[in-house]
């Protein structure tokens, strides 16, 4: 058993190798947007981060006006969101993908959870619920007390 859980860790390192795995990429890039990780942060290539974050061509002059004004906020306790939201003035192509690319939900229980859910309401006796009825059920299951 313990070759078989070491054989398994090497295949996920191998996986995760050098930043293969293209969620693993956008995941690190979108730490970036968040202005109190950026001074720890490597954000010199802005090339990099752009395809890692599938930016417009239209962004990149945004980009040296969001160095700066997350250099202004210092060290602040200013939540991401809230942070472009106050800067979509001065940023706005930019503060449009960053608020959508904060907002990605890191892993997948939700979803795994819901079609769980799925599965047990659409049953062979269930096949014809309309969206009302689905949406009620629903309500009750997550709901309930």
């Known amino acids: 058993m313990y070759s078989c859980c070491r054989c398994g860790i090497q295949k996920l390192k191998e996986y995760l190798k050098d ?13 970036c947007l968040d202005p109190i990780q950026l001074p720890s942060l490597d954000v010199s290539s802005y090339p990099t981060l752009k395809a890692d974050l599938h930016l417009p061509e239209n962004c ?15 060290q ?7 942070f472009w939201k106050a800067a979509y003035q001065r940023v706005p192509r930019l503060a ?4 959508l ?6 892993n997948s229980a939700d979803v795994e959870r819901s079609f769980s859910k799925y ?8 096949q014809r619920l309309n969206t009302d009825n689905v949406a ?3 309500k009750l299951h997550y709901n309930r007390i």
Do not use: C, M
Request: hydrophobic share 45%; proline share 4%; glycine share 8%.
């Open 96 to 99: 449009t993908h960053a608020v």
């Open 101 to 106: 690319l904060l907002q990605l939900p890191v």
């Open 136 to 138: 009620g059920l629903l």
């Open 119 to 126: 599965n047990q309401i659409f049953t062979a006796q269930r």
């Open 76 to 82: 602040s306790k200013t939540k991401p969101i809230s």
């Open 19 to 31: 930043n293969k795995q293209q969620s693993v990429r956008l995941l690190k890039a979108i730490r």
């Open 60 to 74: 990149e002059g945004e980009w040296a006006i969001y160095l700066g004004l997350a250099g202004d906020i210092g």
